[in-house]
């Protein structure tokens, strides 16, 4: 994998300003006007949380059981958001991209998996949506990698993390809260508007603020109390040296971010999407965005 970052085709052409990625998704609906006006599809957060936290945990099934890292995962999750950005997702089958998707990253991140164990693993899952034809995979694989056109390294958040570890001095608890916040950034633009660094640092900053030791931030279950606890760390009083206290590990937090380097204003901004995100959630309905989908998947033969 390539070491820097800042020299990365991730940097150089998957990061966006937010008025760029506005104007992708602009021409790509426009360009399928009539697809769209067919086919309603619910709000693009809820679109990812299905495949996030009801198609890829099905998909975890076998991907413990073949013995999957995290970061693979974490790796197709970007390739399916890559992949939507250069092609509108009513004219595929989602299932079969999310498998081959998968498959890739299985081989970038070096852990590659037999084709036909992923088919049949898929088809088990998803027998409306997975036919097997191991080439229908195969096919699916070359138009991936062609719509990424063939940048397919990916700098993750996981890696930071394990890396202020120590000099945050995190418990095994807090990083496994972290994590679990930084797994729910793949349902946000997060990853095409920031580098990996800023996230990780914001899911530590959040952990800490919340004093989350246990779970994800979701547990919070309220937007406005996770704006409180940005707030309050915000004001924190700045102390010297780290300390096992909660309030403790506040001050040196803040202190650490002050002298360090990390843009404080994309910190900000990643707190809000992941904010924003816990609050859309809060009208997310399953069935009918699996609704929405398995409608234009049948309706246009895609599942075939």
Known sequence: ?????????????????REELADIRESLEENDRHLIQQFSMPD???????????????????VKKLGIRQQAVATAQIYLRRFYLKVEIRRTNPILVMTTALYLACKMEECPQHIRVIVSEARNIWPDFIVSDISKVGECEFFLISEMNCQLIVHQPYRTLSQLQATLKLSKEEVEAASNIINDHYETDIPFLFPPHVMAVTAIFLVIGLNLVQSGLRTANSANSMTAAVHNLNNTVLESGPSSSAEGKKQYLVKWLAESEVDIKAMM??????????????????????EQIVRFVKARGLEK
């Open 44 to 62: 693009r957060r809820h679109l990812h949380h299905w495949f996030t936290q009801g198609k890829w945990l099905e998909l975890a099934k076998f």
């Open 1 to 17: 994998m390539a070491a820097n970052y800042w020299a990365s085709t991730q940097r150089l052409h998957w990061q966006f300003t």
């Open 269 to 290: 901004e990643c707190t809000q999407e992941i904010i924003s995100l816990y609050d859309c959630l809060e009208q997310y309905d399953r069935n009918k965005v699996k």
